[in-house]
């Protein structure tokens, strides 16, 4: 053997490799770097961003998983923020700023332990330690509500809307949400159990804000197919027909032969009979409304005209659910099936030009387990945006009902679990007590950001929240417009609990989870992954930033 042995590869060449503490700093890095970008829109003071993508399209706003969807942000670590924001969105549908600002943070602070040589896994425990307590700290911090209690729900969807475009209809807005959350609630074994799917929201540009409104039904963007039926019906029974109120042409190839003009005319006219049997089966049901998922042949829309039925066709499956759940109809398959019983009940079913486009209003249903909110606004940017604020407020009310706790908003919380965590960092021995301290200054970050893009001094306004809560004011907050320390419960900043606790988990466990890396290897040239490779720095070339 010789001394100078070859060097032995073990990987494809071109692959980059980064190790140890220079991996770590680049994940950091690149995480920290997510949660900059959005965390300027934190607050009733933050701001928005206008997000324009390859084709053009522009995007306008505040919200934070919109935000960094739209971004396409293509480094591997920075796109385990996303995840964050995601979940949040997913589980709560508020709150996606401060779960990814809350990770950006907890992994600023695990860098100055690492520089102080903590070991990473240390750091790691700590965090878990921390995360497992601060749960604890905010169910015991929270109160309860009642569903009755509608006036604090309603500052609930306020406090969801501050800040986005719907600002200035937030006390209408809230209105709507409250009531639409209340009318899909149900009961099961004495818990609230809220679908948001089955509250509809409808957009269409037009009118303002304002005129936004909750239709006790759903409203179908799609007009009568024939222009002789009316326009108006009261006390609608509706058929929900899933099959085309067409003849059906033969499965195998068949050819007929005709010799004669008289055989045409009788196949013209059994056609025309067979059609007729159809709606005559519909109006048998004492159907006087038709909501068809396929196609109704011409001649059936003239004969149903004639009858006075009002028909719709080609109406989406999801729209044909949410009727059977407003009107307490039963989709029918087959029209030989149909019966009274099938039928859906409606107090009026009318044709309404909104904008430039005819829709059909299903509404004033007797007990509606699915609802429609239409959204109007100026421009096509400000409905988007007042639509992305009622998502957050709906899902804020019924976070709110389905757990029964909330909290006071405006940073109350975050320093009262900030102040209790390090009273319990003092109780641990050995180096996960300074984990534990990371994370409660971590936590910090939302009063001190809330604070920075208010424009106020945020060292004078914690300290003075600080010592606030030091004189066990558990809701003394930031009152970001007066730039002073209020009591933010009653001005009204109310969140659901579930936000806090779930944006404190998930980035917990994004931290964690980002803290264990020390070997990022990235496969060389355009691997399947369509990753670009990495350069030496171990950053892929437009991070997404």
């Known amino acids: 053997m010789s001394r100078d042995m070859q060097p032995i590869f073990i990987l494809p060449e071109g692959t980059q490799r980064s190790t140890g503490r220079n991996a770590q700093r680049t994940?950091?890095?690149?995480?920290?770097?997510?949660?900059?970008?959005?965390?300027?829109?934190?607050?009733?003071?933050?701001?928005?961003?206008?997000?324009?993508?390859?084709?053009?399209?522009?995007?306008?706003?505040?919200?934070?998983?919109?935000?960094?969807?739209?971004?396409?942000?293509?480094?591997?670590?920075?796109?385990m923020i996303v995840e964050v924001a995601k979940t949040q969105e997913d589980e709560v549908g508020d709150g996606t700023t401060t779960a990814v600002v809350i990770a950006g943070e907890l992994l600023k602070n695990a860098e100055d332990l690492l520089d102080k040589e903590v070991h990473p896994t240390i750091v790691a425990r700590g965090y878990r330690l921390a995360e497992a307590k601060a749960q604890e700290i905010l169910n015991e911090m929270a109160e309860n509500i009642d569903e009755n209690d509608e006036a604090t729900l309603r500052k609930i969807a306020e406090t969801a809307m501050t800040g986005k475009g719907a600002e200035n209809a937030k006390e209408r807005l809230s209105e709507i949400a409250v009531k639409a959350v209340k009318r899909v609630m149900e009961k099961e074994n004495g818990k609230n159990i809220i679908d948001t799917e089955n509250i509809k929201l409808e957009k269409k540009v037009g009118a303002s804000v304002y005129d936004?409104?909750?239709?006790?039904?759903?409203?179908?963007?799609?007009?009568?197919?024939?222009?002789?039926?009316p326009r108006q019906l009261k006390n609608a029974k509706i058929a929900l027909i899933d099959s085309a109120v067409e003849i059906k042409s033969t499965e195998i190839d068949a050819k007929?032969?005709?010799?004669?003009?008289?055989?045409?005319?009788?196949?013209?006219?059994?056609?025309?009979?067979?059609?007729?049997?159809?709606?005559?089966?519909?109006?048998?049901?004492?159907?006087?409304?038709?909501?068809?998922?396929?196609?109704?042949?011409?001649?059936?829309?003239?004969?149903?005209?004639?009858?006075?039925?009002?028909?719709?066709?080609?109406?989406?499956?999801?729209?044909?659910?949410?009727?059977?759940?407003?009107?307490?109809?039963?989709?029918v398959t087959n029209l030989d099936d149909l019966s009274p019983d099938d039928l859906g009940k409606a107090g009026i079913v009318e044709e309404v030009k909104v904008g430039d486009e005819q829709m059909t209003y299903v509404k004033d249903c007797k007990n509606p387990k699915s609802v429609t909110i239409l959204i109007r606004g100026g421009t096509e940017h400000v409905v988007d945006e007042v639509k992305r604020a009622m998502e957050d407020a709906i899902g804020d009310?019924?976070?709110?009902?389905?757990?029964?706790?909330?909290?006071?908003?405006?940073?109350?919380?975050?320093?009262?679990?900030?102040?209790?965590?390090?009273?319990?960092?003092?109780?641990?021995?050995?180096?996960?007590?300074?984990?534990?301290?990371?994370?409660?200054?971590a936590v910090e970050v939302i009063p001190r950001t809330l604070a920075e893009n208010a424009g106020i001094d945020p060292?004078?306004?914690?300290?003075?929240?600080?010592?606030?809560?030091?004189?066990?004011?558990?809701?003394?907050?930031?009152?970001?417009?007066?730039?002073?320390?209020?009591?933010?419960?009653?001005?009204?900043?109310?969140?659901?609990?579930?936000?806090?606790?779930?944006?404190?988990?998930?980035?917990?466990e994004v931290a964690v989870m980002i803290l264990r890396i020390d070997d990022v290897i990235a496969g060389s040239g355009k691997s399947d992954s369509g990753m670009p490779p990495m350069p030496p720095g171990g950053m892929p070339p437009g991070m997404g930033m």
């Open 212 to 229: 936004s409104e909750l239709i006790e039904g759903i409203v179908l963007d799609k007009e009568r197919v024939h222009s002789g039926m």
């Open 27 to 79: 994940n950091i890095m690149a995480a920290k770097l997510v949660a900059e970008t959005v965390r300027t829109t934190l607050g009733p003071k933050g701001m928005d961003k206008m997000i324009v993508d390859s084709l053009g399209d522009v995007t306008i706003t505040n919200d934070g998983v919109t935000i960094l969807e739209e971004m396409q942000i293509e480094h591997p670590s920075a796109k």
């Open 459 to 508: 060292i004078d306004i914690l300290t003075e929240l600080k010592a606030a809560h030091d004189k066990k004011q558990k809701w003394a907050g930031i009152d970001v417009f007066k730039g002073k320390v209020v009591d933010s419960w009653k001005q009204g900043v109310i969140e659901p609990l579930k936000i806090k606790t779930q944006a404190v988990s998930s980035a917990a």
């Open 397 to 441: 009310v019924s976070a709110a009902l389905k757990v029964g706790k909330i909290v006071a908003g405006a940073g109350a919380p975050e320093i009262e679990l900030a102040k209790q965590l390090r009273k319990y960092a003092e109780s641990l021995s050995g180096r996960e007590q300074l984990a534990v301290q990371a994370f409660a200054d």
């Open 256 to 331: 007929i032969q005709i010799t004669d003009p008289n055989q045409m005319q009788a196949f013209i006219d059994m056609e025309e009979k067979m059609l007729r049997d159809k709606v005559e089966k519909i109006a048998k049901s004492g159907a006087n409304v038709v909501v068809c998922q396929k196609g109704i042949d011409d001649i059936a829309q003239h004969f149903l005209a004639k009858k006075g039925i009002y028909a719709v066709r080609r109406a989406k499956e999801s729209d044909m659910k949410a009727l059977t759940r407003a009107t307490g109809g039963k989709v």
